[in-house]
Structures are given as structure tokens and as C-alpha cells.
């Protein structure tokens, strides 16, 4: 596992450290977590894009009906 290294205000990390150690973590595990989150964000978004195109371009089962949520394309 690789080390990271960040410049942060130092109120900002108290605060961090306070809240994280209420909820029984680290900010290293918020940290961690929320980088989890944000790379999979990235895929999670294209593979919604690449399953909206393809249910667009589809009108298997639909009959031609918009099955877009609340109906937009």
C-alpha cells in the first residue's frame, strides 16, 4: 500500500480528527474511503453512459416506448 503525503490547513485537520474519532474511525480510512469512491465513480458513470446508449439505441422490449427515467434522453 502506498503512503500519501498532504498539505492541510491545521484547524481543518483537528476538526477532521475530532469528527473521524466521534465516528469511531481515522481520517485516514475517510480519506481512503473517499478516494475508493471517487475512482469508482469514474467507471460507474461510463458504464451508466454505455448503458443508457445502449438501451436507447435498443428497441428490444420497448415497443418504441421512452424508458428513460422520468422521461429524458
Do not use: F
Not at 5 to 13: E, F, I, R, S, Y
Not at 27 to 50: E, F, K
Amino acid at each position: 500500500m502506498a503512503n500519501l503525503t498532504l498539505a492541510v490547513d491545521d484547524d481543518l485537520l483537528r476538526r477532521a480528527r475530532v469528527r473521524a474519532a466521534e465516528q469511531g474511525t481515522s481520517v485516514n480510512a475517510i480519506v481512503r474511503d473517499l478516494m475508493t469512491a471517487y475512482a469508482a465513480g469514474d467507471r460507474a458513470a461510463a458504464a451508466r453512459r454505455r448503458l443508457i446508449g445502449l438501451s436507447v439505441s435498443s428497441a428490444s422490449g420497448s415497443r418504441g416506448r421512452d424508458i428513460t427515467v422520468g422521461g429524458a434522453r
